[in-house]
Nanobody, 125 residues
Framework: DVQLQASGGGLVQAGGSLRLSCAAS????????VGWFRQAPGKEREGLSC????????YYADSVKGRFTISSDNAKNTVYLQMNSLKPEDTAVYYC??????????????????WGKGTLVTVSS
């Protein structure tokens, strides 16, 4: 049973940093794409970044490129999203999700195989 647990959200001032964690269990951590998404109130879900569990493939949306960094610790079955230079418009519920590597394209359309519960990030101005 695939389980994903996102954590690390909280309240931070603009310009600050947070690190989100996505702990995965119930599946072998090889050959998957783990992605981070967010959804702000009244807005569509947005794919932010993803990484292959071999860590040789990463992707960033333009909205977070240069500010967010995704990384993977396979020994801990955990993917991180380091978020720097946070802006009020980054306020949202952040989710992690996983899809098999052979369906990596699914990240683009949000068609992931499994989703974790979200963690709320609030950036104050």
């Amino acid at each position: 049973d695939v389980q994903l647990q996102a954590s690390g959200g909280g309240l931070v001032q603009a310009g600050g940093s947070l690190r989100l964690s996505c702990a995965a269990s119930g599946f072998t951590f090889d050959n998957y794409i783990v992605g981070w998404f967010r959804q702000a109130p009244g807005k569509e879900r947005e794919g932010l970044s993803c990484i292959s569990t071999s860590a040789d493939i990463t992707y960033y949306a333009d909205s977070v490129k240069g500010r967010f960094t995704i990384s993977s610790d396979n020994a801990k079955n955990t993917v991180y999203l380091q978020m720097n230079s946070l802006k009020p418009e980054d306020t949202a519920v952040y989710y992690c999700a996983v899809v098999s590597l052979d369906r990596a394209w699914a990240f683009v359309v949000g068609g992931m195989d499994s989703w974790g519960k979200g963690t709320l990030v609030t950036v104050s101005s």
